[in-house]
């Protein structure tokens, strides 16, 4: 099945930049569409970006809209979220999962996530 290993997260201030980076040993990744969720802790995961199998679509929460970029590189099988401007209330633990389509029902297992403390 398909899976992914999330990297890239750390402790950033708030106000700073990361680049979040979502891998696939599948060579498959250009037939999905692939989101990047979030799970802080005592709360559920939320999903806060998805970009279409070709690209060419990209679907943000409000509250990240304006401050997130999602991009893709199926050459190299990797998904990015780079995260701009950041705050405390964006510290969790960041997934990804792939869609057939953005919005439909998830198609991999969760890997182990990537840790993103935004504090000062």
């Known amino acids: 099945q398909l899976q992914f290993v999330e990297s890239g997260g750390g402790l950033v201030q708030p106000g700073g930049s990361l680049r979040l980076s979502c891998a696939t040993s599948g060579l498959t990744l250009a037939h999905y569409a692939i989101g990047w969720f979030r799970q802080a802790p005592g709360k559920e995961r939320e999903q806060v970006s998805c970009?279409?199998?070709?690209?060419?679509?990209?679907y943000y929460a409000d509250s990240v809209k304006g401050r997130f970029t999602i991009s893709r590189d199926n050459a190299k099988i990797t998904v990015y979220l780079q995260m701009n401007s950041l705050k405390a209330e964006d510290t969790a633990s960041y997934y990804c999962a792939a869609f057939l389509v953005c919005g439909q029902a998830i198609v991999s297992s969760w890997g182990p996530g990537t840790q993103v403390t935004v504090s000062s």
């Open positions: 970009i279409s199998n070709t690209g060419e679509s990209t």
